[in-house]
T-cell receptor, first 113, second 112 residues
Framework: NAGVTQTPKFRILKIGQSMTLQCTQD?????MYWYRQDPGMGLKLIYY???????DKGEVPNGYNVSRSTTEDFPLRLELAAPSQTSVYFC????????????FGEGSWLTVV | DAKTTQPNSMESNEEEPVHLPCNHS???????IHWYRQLPSQGPEYVIH???SNVNNRMASLAIAEDRKSSTLILHRATLRDAAVYYC?????????????FGTGTQLKVEL
């Protein structure tokens, strides 16, 4: 059981480039999330999805886009990368209802230079 | 989103119990109290969660105040591997994706 899988683990981008962070879960979870974590800080929610075809903004959505075409996949797209997007990105998934555990991926380290 | 307040850091000696406090005075009736921890260079890891009653699992215990405005995570015998940032989080039970809103957490240091 792989859980939540993120790729790539490390990436260096140049300012203005675009890329997609991939996230896949094999637990048939309805809810999926993207968080970013800056050094010494807690995680901030970028986007979330409650099911295929449904996405919504979190706390810090600017500069990012998401899609949810299947239950398993929740890719995060960075358009026109900026140095402020240098961060660690975590994908997570959960069954419905707040009494359930959220499972996190191992993270993707992104540097924009 | 309801907020939580935790001390920035705490220290413990190995093999001793650790009590990590959390205040959440604006908690709503549908919010679950979750605790996660994060080791260096890793994603957050689930520790325990509860709604109203105290909870125990193999990792820890969660003591919830009767008015639910505070809670305490109890590690019964701290080990060096328990050194991490511990997040106390209210998970919105009213819908909207049941999001977790992270604060800055408590950095737990465990010494020999």
């Amino acid at each position: 059981n792989a859980g939540v899988t993120q790729t790539p683990k490390f990436r260096i981008l140049k300012i203005g480039q675009s890329m997609t962070l991939q996230c896949t879960q094999d637990m048939n979870h309805n809810y999926m999330y993207w968080y970013r974590q800056d050094p010494g800080m807690g995680l901030k929610l970028i986007y979330y999805s409650v099911g295929a075809g449904i996405t919504d903004k979190g706390e810090v959505p600017n500069g990012y886009n998401v899609s949810r075409s299947t239950t398993e996949d929740f890719p995060l797209r960075l358009e026109l990368a900026a140095p402020s997007q240098t961060s660690v990105y975590f994908c997570a998934s959960s069954p419905r209802r707040s009494g359930n555990t959220i499972y996190f991926g191992e993270g993707s380290w992104l540097t924009v230079v | 989103d309801a907020k939580t307040t935790q001390p920035n850091s705490m220290e413990s000696n190995e093999e001793e119990p650790v009590h990590l406090p959390c205040n959440h005075s604006t908690i709503s009736g549908t919010d679950y109290i979750h605790w996660y921890r994060q080791l260096p260079s890793q994603g957050p890891e689930y520790v325990i969660h509860g709604l109203t009653s105290n909870v125990n699992n193999r990792m820890a215990s969660l003591a919830i105040a009767e008015d639910r405005k505070s809670s305490t995570l109890i590690l019964h015998r701290a080990t060096l591997r328990d050194a991490a940032v511990y997040y106390c989080i209210l998970r919105d039970g009213a819908g909207g994706g049941n999001k977790l809103t992270f604060g800055t957490g408590t950095q737990l240091k465990v010494e020999l």
